[in-house]
């Protein structure tokens, strides 16, 4: 049983859209829709400690909410598709060829001046930027340290990333560098939200291996695989690959020995700015933190600091769910990966430390003309706006048998207690086009125990080490076009999707033995049904 969270909200079910009925309590049990909405509208508000997040959805009449219940209600139908699954991005959705720039479309209901916003910002998120000084004075100010010169070189094709082997370089994968608390002091920092974690005292938070002319890397990522069988239910033998991770020519001496080495691997950027406007209520409806219905499963929410505003609130972005808006995770990919300042992250030295003497007598690109930081408001204005508008690409396929079969599988091996299918955005957002929208992303965005076996150690707030935030599964069918290659999980251990699946523990185990112990023919469904998405 894991220990209790700080927001206690637990009404059975606030949901969100305009269409038919309701959500059930975890993926089993089907009530009545009229049941479930007299719970969610009788149940009060219950305290949530420290952030005050609602315990159902104000943006929405009796009408509406009833109409959401069944909207996001899991289907027990599986001879055809559900009406709208194929625009699982919603009005949003990019109906575009499928090929290399699948995940590079802007949403289809956005405005003609909008889109020329989207192409703006898609140009920066382009832009390779220079050391300082610079001729390029609009462009310079990049590291002193830092992973990549342009946030597309990590997000390639704005899709996954791709772990390093042989003689390639960690291009779209790093490692991050932090420690538990150790004093009270911390602690209790930690308790009010003020930190994630400790980063290491030499190397901060982030392992940079480039550096400008004149400065030195900190040091390379190392991976070393071994290859684990396993023998599945029919007797087919799988080999699961497993990573090890060190670092290699550091360059300011040893690591801290309290500091755990975690990989991530940068993930798809479609679909965000919907996920960004999924209600909290119906996130938090889906959380059973002390895993009260004895199903296995004890999601609970990672409750941050959002840097911008200073309010504890809802974490969603982010391999450990560690971040609370578009914005702010782009803020800090500019500092920890590309050493920019921005004003949410003024920092001109990037992940530089104060052990790090030459790196921060380096110069800086701050332009005062241009503002007070090397990627001003007006930039980061429109790479916001683009990583808010990528496309999620249309279904495919998913009226055919075998992908109908699948489906059912992915259902009834209980895939979906984490993976939830649908939600329905809030009505008031920024921008019309992510408002009232059914959305398919597959994800609860709740953090899960996954065990040992993909454990990296490192707490991430509310996060434990071996917790991980439900990854949405759209668009995850067509990786290896985007990218051209087809690597999953966190750090892409896995190389097909059924080892991906394999790879699961904790709370996913009861799901990925239903996965082991089911028919060739089964399995062979199941990935056709995720190959669809």
């Known amino acids: 049983m894991r220990r209790p969270i700080d927001c206690s909200c637990r009404s059975r079910r606030a949901e969100n859209d305009g269409l038919p009925l309701h959500k059930t309590p975890r993926h089993r049990i089907y009530r009545g829709a009229s049941l479930l909405l007299a719970m969610v509208l009788s149940v009060p508000a ?28 899991p289907t027990a139908d599986f001879t055809k598709p559900e009406p709208f699954e194929l625009m699982q991005g919603g009005a949003g959705t990019s109906r575009k060829d499928v090929n290399r720039d699948a995940f590079s479309q802007s949403s289809a209901n956005i405005t003609f001046e909008e889109e020329g916003t989207f192409k703006l910002g898609n140009a920066l998120f382009r832009k390779n930027w220079v050391s300082s000084p610079s001729s390029t004075q609009a462009s310079d100010g990049l590291g002193p340290l830092f992973n990549e010169r342009a946030c597309q070189n990590c997000h390639l094709k704005d899709g996954r990333g791709r772990p390093p082997e042989g003689n390639a370089g960690s291009t779209s994968m790093f490692l991050r560098l932090a420690r538990d608390a150790g004093s009270a ?21 982030q392992l940079q291996d480039l550096a400008v002319p004149g400065l030195r890397g900190e040091g390379r990522m190392h991976v070393e695989h071994s290859e684990e069988k396993v023998t599945l239910g029919d007797g087919t033998a799988v080999s699961l690959r ?12 040893p690591l801290d020995p309290r500091t755990t080495l975690s990989p991530r691997l940068t993930p798809p950027m479609i679909g965000l700015g919907l ?56 803020a800090d990919a500019f500092a920890g990966d590309i050493g920019i300042s921005t004003p949410e992250m003024p920092k001109p030295w990037g992940d530089c430390t104060e052990a790090q003497k030459d790196c921060l007598a380096m110069p800086n690109g701050v332009q005062q003309r241009l503002g007070t930081a090397e990627a001003p408001p007006p ?3 429109l790479v916001t706006f683009y990583s808010q508008n990528l496309a999620v690409p249309a279904r495919r396929d998913l009226d055919k048998p075998d992908v109908l079969a ?51 150690g490192q707490r991430v707030g509310e996060a434990s080490g071996s917790e991980w935030r439900t990854p949405p599964l759209w668009g995850i069918g067509l990786t290896a076009t985007v990218n051209g290659n087809a690597f999953y999980l966190h750090d892409g251990r896995a190389r097909t999707l059924a080892e991906a699946i394999l790879w699961h523990g904790g709370e996913g185990r009861k799901a990925r033995d239903h996965f082991a112990g089911a028919s060739a023919a089964d399995r062979d469904a199941l990935i056709k049904f995720l190959e669809s998405l």
């Open 185 to 205: 002091e911390e602690k209790a920092a930690l308790a009010d939200h003020k930190v994630l974690n400790f980063p290491d005292p030499v190397y901060g938070a």
């Open 275 to 330: 996920i960004e406007q999924i209600a909290p209520a119906d996130i938090l409806a889906h959380a059973d933190p002390d895993d009260r219905d004895g199903d296995g499963i004890s999601g609970r929410p990672n409750i941050v600091r959002d840097e911008l505003s200073g309010a504890v609130t809802l974490g969603r972005f982010g391999w450990k769910a560690q971040t609370a808006s578009i914005r702010q995770q782009a």
């Open 46 to 73: 219950m305290a949530c400690e420290p952030a005050d997040l609602p315990a159902s959805r104000t943006d929405l009449t009796p009408k509406d909410q009833a109409r959401v219940l069944m909207v996001t209600k």
């Open 379 to 381: 930039v980061m204005d």
């Open 406 to 456: 699948g489906k059912k599988q992915f259902y009834e091996m209980g895939c979906i207690s984490c993976h939830t299918p649908k939600f329905v955005t809030v009505r008031g957002t920024p921008n019309k086009a992510q408002a009232f929208q059914l959305i398919w992303p597959y994800s609860d965005f709740l953090l899960h125990d996954m065990g040992e076996g993909l454990a990296d």
């Open 242 to 253: 497993k990573p090890s991770y060190s670092v290699e020519g550091l360059g300011y001496g």
